[in-house]
């Protein structure tokens, strides 16, 4: 993830980069045309110079011929001194060359001759420095002459050079302003790219708030292609919602929950008379029948306390699979008293699922839709089969009768939990005690636990089964 800080520290960097480029092909640029300037100065002025050394020297030697004092001859010396310093700058400024050679061969004659015109006045031999005097007189003029000959001829290089360097200052000139072009160029596309990657993706995050806030959690996730704290918020964002919208569905469907317990209440409260009073009264009745020694009819009432009991207890809790099977025995014992030879009831339970928290009135329910709307009417050979068994980690559960069974479209009802057919099959799928029908069975179960599936099987003429598959360790604070 790359930061926002890291982002500006990278552009900040490549301007200063682009500006110190800027700088020193502008410096560059300047020093070369300093030194070329200045090579070409000195070498004028050495050669100036050098003109002007020679004709002093050739002054001092003329008066030195004139008046042959010792103070005269010192001065020449002196400039004689002057000529040797100069032409060592000479030899040392200027590359090797024709007209070099040619220059220091005439210096270097000019100084043999001015020596012969000492000794032949030191020897008072007046041809002799008479004709070197001329000599000297007429290396000078030579020398003067040659001297201004490399100065034109360095004239017209320097203004070859000269326009080259004025083409190559303009470059670097253009090059210079190209660069900072780029420069503000580029600081103008990445203060629009910069700035559109945060408020793009605040104002995303400002509109999507807004349709959270007006109870839209339904929309697709904000989408950040580059990775940085805006990306992280983004991505928290979406988490946010999806949590909101988890939250909201719980929150539905304990509301669901707590109306279909209100329905069953409400279903169970019309049909109560005085709960303490009724069970005391089925009491009473059992003990009397057992005195009397009608001890079937004792088991029956005590069968029908507890059904009722059971029935009309608190339906805000959690219950356990073996209470549920308990309860259902209870219900068998009572039909195959009224009966008889009628009905068969059969059981397959395996004891290690007892421990199975189930929502409380789920089995019952289901025995007696079978019974009143598949077996009821049957004259003889009805059965009723209940399985509890294990399979990969689930418990299943089924209720299996050879009653009449049912068309696709009535288990498409049964299983549509959708609120428009509550009421179109709440009287269908109603049992005759406890007031609860098949769907609110499948609502409750698949509130319990969503891992929950509920299966029916059911062919016209030949049966009907039903199949719910649990978790076999549930959830320990689910409400029934």
Same mark, same amino acid.
């Given at each position: 993830m790359i930061k926002i800080r890291t982002k500006l520290l990278i552009y900040f960097g490549v301007i200063l980069l682009l500006l110190l480029l800027l700088f020193w092909i502008r410096e560059t640029s300047n020093q070369q045309v300093k030194k070329l300037y200045d090579e070409n100065m000195a070498s004028f002025f050495l050669l100036n110079e050098m003109t002007k050394e020679t004709n002093?020297?050739?002054?001092?030697?003329?008066?030195?011929?004139? $008046?042959?004092?010792?103070? %005269?001859?010192?001065?020449?010396?002196?400039?004689?001194?002057? #000529?040797?310093?100069?032409?060592?700058?000479?030899?040392? =400024?200027?590359?090797?060359?024709?007209?070099?050679?040619?220059?220091? %061969? =005439?210096? %270097?004659?000019?100084?043999?001759?001015?020596?012969?015109t000492v000794q032949g006045i030191e020897k008072e031999d007046i041809q002799q420095y008479s004709t070197s005097l001329k000599e000297v007189e007429k290396i000078s003029a030579y020398i003067h002459e040659k001297a201004l000959d490399l100065i034109d001829e360095k004239l017209t290089k320097y203004q070859a050079a000269s326009y080259f360097l004025d083409e190559k200052i303009t470059q670097t000139k253009n090059m210079g302003t190209a660069i900072l072009l780029s420069i503000i160029l580029l600081s103008i596309l990445f203060a629009l790219w910069f700035s559109?990657?945060?408020?793009?993706?605040?104002?995303?995050?400002?509109?999507?708030?807004? $349709? #959270?806030?007006?109870?839209?959690?339904?929309?697709?996730? #904000?989408?950040?292609?580059?990775?940085?704290e805006l990306w992280f918020l983004t991505k928290t964002f979406n988490e946010m919602k999806k949590n909101i919208l988890e939250s909201v569905k719980q929150i539905e469907e304990k509301a669901k929950l707590a109306q279909l317990l209100k329905e069953m209440e409400l279903k169970s409260l019309q049909n109560q008379i005085n709960p303490h009073f009724l069970f005391n009264t089925l009491n009473t009745i059992s003990k009397t029948a057992y005195i009397e020694g009608a001890d079937k009819t004792s088991d029956l009432i005590s069968s029908v306390s507890a059904l009722l009991r059971y029935n009309i207890g608190s339906l805000d809790r959690q219950t356990l699979l073996k209470d549920e099977v308990a309860i259902v025995k209870e219900y068998f014992f009572i039909q195959k008293t009224r009966f008889g030879g009628r009905v068969e009831f059969t059981e397959d339970i395996d004891p290690e699922c007892l421990s199975t928290p189930i929502p409380c009135l789920t089995l019952q329910p289901i025995i007696e839709n079978a019974f009143i709307h598949g077996i009821e009417r049957m004259a003889k050979g009805a059965k009723i089969t209940l399985s509890i068994y294990e399979k990969e980690e689930k418990v299943l559960i089924e209720v299996i009768d050879n009653g009449v069974g049912m068309d696709q479209d009535t288990i498409d009802r049964l299983l549509d939990l959708s609120e428009e057919t509550d009421q179109e099959v709440a009287n269908k799928g109603a049992g005759h005690s406890t007031g609860i029908g098949m769907r609110n069975v499948i609502k409750r179960l698949r509130l319990f636990d969503k891992d929950s599936q509920v299966k029916i099987h059911s062919i016209v003429g030949e049966g009907t089964t039903v199949l719910i598959s649990l978790n076999k360790l549930g959830k320990e604070d689910t409400l029934c």
């Open positions: 002093q020297a050739y002054q001092s030697l003329q008066i030195y011929v004139h $008046e042959p004092l010792p103070e %005269n001859l010192a001065l020449y010396k002196v400039e004689i001194e002057k #000529i040797s310093r100069v032409e060592q700058q000479f030899r040392a =400024m200027e590359k090797e060359g024709i007209p070099k050679k040619n220059l220091l %061969n =005439m210096i %270097n004659n000019f100084r043999k001759q001015t020596e012969k559109n990657g945060i408020t793009i993706t605040i104002g995303r995050l400002t509109k999507e708030a807004e $349709e #959270i806030s007006a109870g839209r959690y339904n929309r697709e996730d #904000i989408v950040v292609s580059q990775k940085d």
